[in-house]
């Protein structure tokens, strides 16, 4: 687990972007290089194209899908992520 993945992990209450994020950018065990990973993933999760469609669970599972195939994270930090995406769309 990468200390990013260990940073999402504390963040599971965390229902949306901004709490998240900010978790995210106050974390001092987290490098420059880290943070900008984070955004990128976020980039991918929030995607309109994953949730273009009415069905939010449409949505997450196609979230879901192309962060498992594209990052290396383990499935609850991928849970987390997909929440605080679906909350920002919902």
């Not at 901004?18 to 995210?24: A, D, G, R």
């Not at 106050?26 to 490098?31: N, V």
């Not at 949505?59 to 997909?82: E, H, P, W, Y």
């Amino acid at each position: 687990m990468t200390t990013l993945e260990i940073v999402i992990s504390k963040c599971e209450n965390a229902s949306y972007y901004s709490q998240l994020n900010e978790k995210i950018q106050e974390s001092k065990l987290l490098t420059d290089h880290d943070k900008n990973d984070f955004e990128t993933i976020w980039n991918i999760a929030a995607d309109f194209n994953n949730w273009k469609d009415s069905d939010l669970t449409l949505g997450c599972k196609i979230t879901q899908q192309r962060l498992k195939k594209t990052f290396n994270l383990s499935d609850d930090t991928i849970a987390i992520i997909v929440r605080c995406a679906a909350y920002d769309w919902k």
